[in-house]
């Protein structure tokens, strides 16, 4: 059959919750038994995500093939258990490099380059890239901020475009609004998502499907308001009431029919129901835990939790297969010294030393690792983290005062340092070590048991590396080295056996854990400190 569309838009504000509506709503169709994949339009000007400040945008999510991403692809794959690519993820820097270049090339035979046709052509190729492949029945399509935005305005129009190619029975719009509920006057308002799909409707489009955020149950007369004015059938103003988790998402918006009314609207059978026992089956241990425990997260973003969003769904991940309620809370590294480590880390049973960029807050990492490995603490190190480790264990066990990484010193140590084939990079955008690179574990270690397998694959997104002119002395002293780049021999993954955990990896674990598929590693992580308690 054709590739189906369907396009998720938002108003009346930001973070409303598209990407989890759209991973939600591809859920339930995949479970009927189609194969869907999710892509979000982001309309800032950058290229990708992948030089922006944590504090800007939240994490950057890296995919298999090396593409930094919005972090809304991380949900996409935890929902799915799909890898996504760069494919799913288009930025208006992007696009607009694309029209560029390809001016200067002449393809445009002399014409003026404009908005329309050259930029909202270029969209509509990028929005049916992943339906023209074939692998998939819907192609579900996330644009990013808010109608009636400046930026969002070629998105829009592009939409606009594509259905009128596509035909009604091949595209669906999703409208994700706001029905707020006003405490003096007692009553849910109805008046902005008018206004909102007024503003979509003074663009060209008409939404199909009206999913409206709420504190408060959408009465009957309510929605009959919000179809009236809105002009959508009454049984497509879907009600998306505040959830205790995202992953109950899907159940609810199951209940509202969502998955049913997008089905009817393309005209694709919906006769078989979504099998989500095994979803259940997860929401029912996250909110049933037989045991629980804390663990803290040292980084330098804590002020914004999204900037290590995939962390912190990893470990609920890992605690509901551990039938554990992990409480995770988010340390400031930079506010952490020899001084006070003890009382900064008292109460915790485990602690993650989290990745990042630069020097702020290093010394406080390494001061809370050195109190994690001599009170036999469970650690768990990832990229900068791992790292940290090492220049600790440089520093306070093989004696080598003046440790350091390259990146944050100049030192005749460099315990950690710049990979030859990056010294002579100055252009910083998507030029790391990025995408998924294979990994040999040895057997019997930590890291072994956890995959159950000797050859894993994962995600990386770094320049800096272990430095392995220094590797024979570390082991010589309990450091282990326990995973290998079977292809270029870097140190993927370090240990000290004799630890109850004390695990650093180079690459990022949790780009890959999944609702059905949770990382081992955060999973034996878990475990580890539960039998360490």
């Known amino acids: 059959m054709d590739t189906k569309y369907v396009f998720v838009t938002g108003g009346v504000t930001s973070s409303l919750g598209k ?11 995949q479970k009927r038994g189609y194969r869907v994949t999710i892509q979000k339009f982001d309309p800032y000007l950058n290229v990708d995500p992948g030089t922006m400040n944590p504090y800007e945008h939240g994490e950057c999510y890296v995919t298999d093939d090396g593409a930094e991403t919005d972090l809304d692809l991380g949900h996409y794959e935890r929902f799915l258990n799909v890898p996504t690519s760069q494919a799913n993820n288009v930025t208006t820097g992007r696009v607009y490099q694309t029209v560029i270049n390809n001016e200067r090339e002449g393809k445009y035979l002399g014409k ?137 998402v899907p159940l609810l918006m199951e209940k509202e029919k969502l998955d049913k009314v997008v ?149 005749k140590n460099p315990v950690i340092d710049l990979m030859e084939n990056q010294k002579d990079i100055s252009q910083k955008g998507g030029t790391m070590r990025l995408g998924a690179y294979k990994c040999k574990l040895e057997k019997g270690s930590k890291s072994y048991t956890a995959y159950g397998k000797q050859i894993i694959s994962e995600r990386h997104r770094h320049r800096y590396e272990f430095n392995s002119k220094y590797l024979k002395k570390f082991e010589k002293k309990g450091m282990k080295a326990v995973g290998i780049n079977p292809d270029n021999d870097l140190v993927e993954v370090i240990e000290i056996p004799d630890h109850p955990w004390f695990v650093g990896v180079q690459y990022h674990p949790e780009l890959k854990s999944t609702v059905d598929a949770p990382h081992p590693l955060f999973v034996r992580f878990v475990k580890a400190v539960l039998e360490n308690k």
């Open 263 to 411: 089905l009817a609207k393309l005209r694709l059978p919906s006769n078989s129901e979504a099998d989500l026992d095994t979803w259940k089956d997860f929401l029912f241990k996250l909110k049933h835990p037989k045991d629980e425990i804390s663990i803290g997260l040292v980084g330098k973003y804590v002020e914004l939790p999204d900037a290590y969003k995939s962390i912190i769904e990893a470990f609920i991940h890992a605690g509901a297969i551990n039938e554990c309620k992990v409480h995770l809370k988010l340390i400031a590294s930079e506010n952490i010294n020899e001084d006070n480590v003890i009382e900064k880390l008292k109460g915790f049973d485990g602690i993650l030393v989290a990745p990042g960029f630069g020097d702020r807050g290093i010394e406080g990492k390494i001061s809370t690792i050195k109190y994690l490995r001599e009170n036999k603490i469970p650690f768990f190190g990832i990229c900068l983290g791992m790292q940290c480790a090492v220049i600790e264990y440089a520093r306070n066990v093989l004696g080598i005062e003046d440790a350091h990484s390259a990146e944050m010193k100049d030192t």
């Open 112 to 248: 003026t380059v404009q908005i329309i046709p050259h930029v909202t052509d270029e969209i509509q190729r990028r929005m049916k890239i992943l339906g023209d492949s074939g692998d998939y029945d819907i192609v579900i399509t996330e644009l990013g901020g808010t109608v009636g935005d400046i930026e969002s305005l070629p998105y829009v129009e592009s939409v606009r475009q594509l259905k009128r190619k596509l035909g009604s029975d091949d595209s669906v719009v999703i409208h994700l609004t706001l029905v707020p509920y006003l405490a003096a006057a007692g009553e849910l308002k109805t008046k902005p998502t008018q206004h909102s799909v007024q503003k979509l409707l003074e663009a060209g489009v008409q939404p199909d499907i009206l999913v409206c955020r709420t504190e408060h149950k959408l009465s009957k007369e309510v929605r009959n308001k919000i179809s009236l004015f809105c002009n959508v059938n009454q049984n497509a103003v879907i009600e998306s009431i505040d959830a205790s988790t995202i992953y109950e």
């Open 19 to 29: 990407g989890i509506i759209s991973a939600s709503l591809a859920k339930l169709l």
